[in-house]
C-alpha cells in the first residue's frame, strides 16, 4: 500500500516541475509579478495539466508513467540547432512585458488564450484515444493502431494541438515579436513527423494501411 501510494506521489513530480519551471520561464525575465497575462495562461496551463494528471492517475497510471519517462531511444530525431531558436518563444514575453515592445489588445489575449487553452484540452482528448502518444518517437509493447476520434481525420493530432497551442502563445502572452521564434515550431513538428512515421512504418502492424486510409498527417486537405 506504501509502494503503491509512492508510486502515485512520483506521478506527480513532472507536472510540478513542469508548472514551477513554467512560471520561473515566464516571470523571472518580466522582472516582475504584475505581468497579468502571464498569471492568466500560468494558471489555465496550470489547472489543465493538474486535471490530466488527476484524471489519467484514476483512469490510466500507466500512460503518466510512460509520459514521465524522458529518456529518448536511439530512434529519436535531434533537432538542427538553428530550429532551438523556437525556445525563445517562451522567454521573450517576459522581455517584451519588461521593455514594453507589444502592445496587444485585451480582447486578443483573451481569445489567444481561449485558442491555446481548448488546444490543450484537445491534446488531452488525443490521450483519451491514444494513451500512446507521446513525442518520444517510439513504439512500445503491444500498442496499436488507432484510428477513430481524430486519428481518423489526421494521423498526427496531438501534434496540430500542439503547432496551433504554440502558435497562439505569444499574443496569449502579449507579445507580437516572440511569434517569431515560435514559428520555428512548424519545421521542427514536419521532421518530427516524417522521422516517426519512418519508424511507424517499419516497426508498428497495420501503420501503412492506416497511412492509406488517413491521407493527411497534420492539417486536414493541406498536408
Known amino acids: 500500500m506504501k ?21 520561473i520561464i515566464l516571470f523571472i525575465p518580466a ?5 497579468w497575462e502571464a498569471w492568466i495562461f500560468w ?18 497510471p500507466e500512460f503518466l508513467a510512460r509520459r514521465a519517462k524522458v529518456k529518448q531511444t536511439k530512434e529519436s530525431i535531434k533537432t538542427p540547432l538553428i530550429l532551438k531558436v523556437y525556445y525563445l518563444g517562451f522567454i521573450l514575453p517576459g ?38 502518444a507521446s513525442t518520444v518517437i517510439q513504439v512500445e509493447n503491444e500498442q496499436n493502431v488507432i484510428s477513430s476520434g481524430p486519428y481518423a481525420l489526421v494521423r498526427h493530432p ?10 497562439f ?3 496569449a502572452l502579449g507579445s507580437y515579436i516572440s511569434i517569431i521564434p515560435m514559428i520555428f515550431i512548424i ?9 516517426e512515421e519512418e519508424m511507424l512504418l517499419k516497426n508498428l502492424n497495420g501503420y ?7 491521407k493527411y498527417r497534420l492539417i486536414p486537405f493541406i498536408w
Open 3 to 23: 509502494n503503491n501510494n509512492k508510486s502515485k506521489r512520483n506521478l506527480f513530480t513532472v507536472p510540478i516541475i513542469l508548472t514551477v519551471f513554467m512560471w
Open 31 to 35: 522582472g516582475s509579478i504584475k505581468f
Open 43 to 60: 494558471s489555465g496551463f496550470s489547472t489543465i495539466t493538474f486535471f490530466i494528471t488527476f484524471y489519467f492517475m484514476k483512469k490510466n
Open 95 to 132: 522581455i517584451d512585458f519588461r521593455f514594453h515592445w507589444s502592445n496587444v489588445e485585451l480582447w486578443i489575449v483573451i481569445s489567444s488564450n481561449i485558442i491555446v487553452f481548448a488546444s490543450y484540452i484537445f491534446i488531452f482528448y488525443v490521450f483519451k484515444k491514444n494513451s500512446y
Open 158 to 167: 496531438m501534434y496540430l494541438g500542439m503547432v496551433i497551442m504554440s502558435l
Open 169 to 171: 502563445m505569444p499574443i
Open 187 to 195: 519545421p521542427i513538428t514536419i521532421i518530427r513527423i516524417k522521422n
Open 208 to 214: 501503412k494501411t492506416y497511412c492509406s486510409k488517413i
